[in-house]
């Protein structure tokens, strides 16, 4: 009952737009005393270069049997320009403050020593 079944990938986009990728039917032989057995069998597919941001989106597996269906929880894509120039000024930030503070203990230390003359 359970040896033939079809495996689809697709995603949803942004607009809750739903896309076939791929799929297939499978016919699983059982080996003799193997019939009454749980199997777990691993499927990869690997999407392409993506075109273009509009490939953005979530990407799903399901795969269905006679009766049933099971689809995975999707895997978010987030897909970018090449030019893309990330704006997170964290690390310079960061750098400035520490040299901002070590200029400011040095002067401080300098002034104190210097009042002690």
């Not at 995975?72 to 970018?80: H, I, N, S």
Request: net charge positive; aromatic share 12%.
């Amino acid at each position: 009952k359970y040896t033939k079944f079809s495996i689809s990938y697709y995603w949803i986009n942004s607009l809750d737009q739903k896309t076939s990728i791929y799929s297939r039917l499978e016919n699983i032989v059982i080996p003799s005393g193997e019939e009454n057995k749980t199997a777990a069998l691993s499927y990869n597919h690997r999407i392409m270069l993506l075109e273009n941001t509009s490939s953005t989106g979530t990407y799903y597996c399901k795969v269905k049997w006679n009766d049933i269906q099971k689809m995975g929880k999707g895997v978010f894509v987030l897909a970018r320009d090449t030019g893309y120039i990330d704006t997170s000024y964290r690390w310079e930030i960061l750098v400035t403050l520490t040299v901002l503070l070590a200029v400011l203990s040095i002067t401080a230390t300098a002034l104190l020593l210097w009042k002690r003359k």
